[in-house]
């Protein structure tokens, strides 16, 4: 990734150590594997683009349900992907943090 993106990704220190809740366990995945699903997801997919997903990834570095391996508590989706989706929102019960 780059930019914004790809700085504040490793913010996350996604360890493998809780994988994701949709990936089986034997897929659990460390930073610089999450960046290359990024990559793959913008190079062959439609994606919000680089402002849009770097206000959303900024949203997320502000929220306390961010865990430390990346993921997010509410959906156990890999933020740095989610963020790229233009499909998907914000999973904060108490209301999208993302604008």
């Known amino acids: 990734m780059t930019g914004m993106i790809e700085e504040k990704a490793g913010a996350f220190g996604a360890s493998g150590d809780r994988p994701c809740k949709r990936c089986p366990p034997a897929d659990a995945a460390d930073g610089e ?3 290359r699903m990024a990559e793959r997801i913008k190079a062959g997919m439609d994606w919000v683009g680089e402002e849009a997903a770097g206000r959303r990834m900024a949203a997320c570095l502000a929220c306390g349900d961010r865990l430390p391996d990346g993921t997010c508590r509410h959906c156990g989706c890999y933020v740095a992907i989610r963020i790229l989706l233009p499909g ?3 999973p904060h019960p108490g ?5």
């Open 88 to 90: 998907k929102t914000c």
């Open 33 to 35: 594997r999450i960046l």
């Open 95 to 99: 209301g999208a943090r993302w604008l």
